[in-house]
């Protein structure tokens, strides 16, 4: 593990997995850090040189107070890149990645060599521009408060994600109470989680070029959406208000799968019920995949 200046102030957590080959960096979802792509990452040692990120605010890169808005957070990227001395990179993105991926591939083009979107084609952009003036509601985080261990910690999340999360991911997300190793919080800015839905932007995945994979289950935060407008713990205007957004937000998302159907560079793959961390539940399929596509697009 290594520091790697982002802004100015800013240092944000570099893992290399070593490797050989062009360059391939891994974005963390929104809570996550570098570390939970452990096991991951290392599969394509063979044929890439292998990084992962964890971007401001959480784990063991640095905390501002501000800059979590999808464009500070890919030029984060981009100026890591350049730390590293590399040109450009394919780049693998979990879920908020995603909003990295797309900027990095709208705005800096020359950087990318090929994307794989890891569950991470939601429209948060447009949710966000909904919640704006509204306080955030619940997130679809796993509930840890009251855990007595560590173990319990990993056993829940297991339960909820679908496959247990590398060890060293479960010590740099979260923080265990010294002495009785309870549950004790999040590793992460007070902030950082509400600022990153609030900052995503509204892109066109429409105009990424390509050549980009992208691996789902055919869910996302539609889905989470849905259970807020039910939510007896909302109050009841904020609830009619998403189940009058609720028709348009579906109709974006079913045009824009439509197009990214038809779109030539983009190849899709499908995995029923395979949960939003989906190289934990389908990990020989994700990979295979990966390693596919990556051959098919990586330049000799």
Known sequence: MTRMQAT??????????????????????MGSTAHVYDELAPEFRATHHVYALTRRGFGASDWPDSGYDT??????????????????????????????????????PSRVDALVYLDATDSRGRIAA???????????????DGLPSREAVAERLARDLGGRLPSHELEQSYVFDATTGAYAGERR???AT????????????????????????????TGWVEVLATSEALPTDFRQRLRDFLPTLRQHEAE?????????????????????????????????????????????
């Open 130 to 144: 909904f919640l704006e003036g509204s306080p955030l509601p619940p997130l679809p985080f796993s509930v840890l």
């Open 8 to 29: 100015r102030g800013v240092q944000l957590e570099v893992l290399d997995f070593g490797g050989e080959g062009p360059a391939l960096v891994f974005l963390a979802g």
């Open 256 to 300: 824009q799968e439509a197009a990214l159907q038809r779109h030539p560079g983009w190849r899709h793959l499908y995995l029923e019920r395979a949960g939003h961390y989906i190289w934990l539940t389908n990990r020989a399929d994700v990979v295979t995949r990966m390693r596919e596509f990556f051959a098919n697009t990586t330049a000799p």
């Open 71 to 108: 464009a500070t957070l890919g030029g984060d990227v981009v100026k890591v890149l350049d730390g590293l001395g590399l040109s450009k990179a394919s780049f693998v993105g979990h879920s908020l990645a995603g909003d990295e991926l797309t900027w990095l591939a709208l705005h800096h």
């Open 194 to 221: 509400e600022q990153c839905v609030r900052g995503a932007a509204v892109q066109d995945l429409t105009r990424v070029p390509g050549p980009v994979l992208s691996l789902h289950d055919g869910q996302g935060f």
């Open 189 to 191: 800015h007070a902030r």
